[in-house]
């Protein structure tokens, strides 16, 4: 994970990026650890969590959490890790799927008692929900956009109206990608009759992939004959 981040960061300029935490990857002094590290690659956020390891996708079946005054514990270890390292907490329950909207809200409850900077209630089941868990707290909100999930895709600008202040849209290009894929693989079977899906022209791609910069650096170095 810290090998992806760096990569993730070098190449994103002045860009923030969240960095996913999972768990922390253990107790609360591996999430302290979890958090350090993450600042030293770069990450502007770290995000930490509180199902059961091996975590489970936001949005599926089979989640479970930890006990409440352990997750608010490990909050706790990395807002105290914050305090030597360049980074914010993002702290995050999955509890909704498990014991309930309530239940959900008071472990954001304890979060931002304990100093985490973004608070993230996973997969709330209704606008309703949504705009309840904004107007309890008082630090930034983040919404999980997961087309086909259990909450509600809302546009930016309502989202906004709602009380999110960030947004998370984790498999949308995912998606995007496997679908012209498919496309593209489809149209190219031997018995197809169909044209190829639109795709970008190759000068476009080489610009995408930075061939134009890479050209001139190489030319000021050719030897001149």
């Known amino acids: 994970m810290l090998d992806s981040l760096r990569n993730c960061c070098s190449g994103a300029g002045t860009i923030p990026l969240i960095g996913d935490g999972d ?43 930890i006990p409440r005054e352990e997750a608010r514990l490990k909050i706790r270890a990395a807002v105290d890790a914050r305090a030597n390292a360049d980074i914010l907490i993002l702290a995050r329950t999955d509890a909704r799927a498990v014991h309930g909207f309530d239940a959900a809200l008071e472990r954001c409850r304890d979060f ?57 849209y984790p498999v949308m290009l995912l998606s995007s990608a496997i679908a012209a894929m498919q496309a593209t693989l489809a149209a190219l079977r031997p018995e197809a009759n169909a044209a190829l899906p639109a795709s970008i022209a190759f000068a476009e791609l080489q610009r995408v992939v930075g061939f134009p910069e890479y050209w001139d650096r190489e030319a000021h170095y050719q030897a001149r004959v």
């Open 23 to 65: 768990t922390g990857y253990g107790n609360a002094l591996n999430v302290q650890r979890t958090v350090v590290e993450y600042a030293r690659a770069g990450a502007a956020a770290v995000m930490i969590e509180d199902q059961v390891s091996p975590k489970k996708c936001g949005h599926t079946r089979g989640k479970d959490v």
């Open 112 to 168: 931002e008692a304990e100093g985490a900077d973004i608070i993230f209630l996973e997969a709330p089941e209704s606008e309703d929900e949504m705009r309840q868990f904004c107007r309890t707290m008082r630090k930034p909100c983040l919404a999980n956009m997961v087309p086909g999930g259990k909450t509600p895709i809302l546009p930016p600008a309502q989202l906004q109206a709602v009380g999110y202040k960030l947004a998370l």
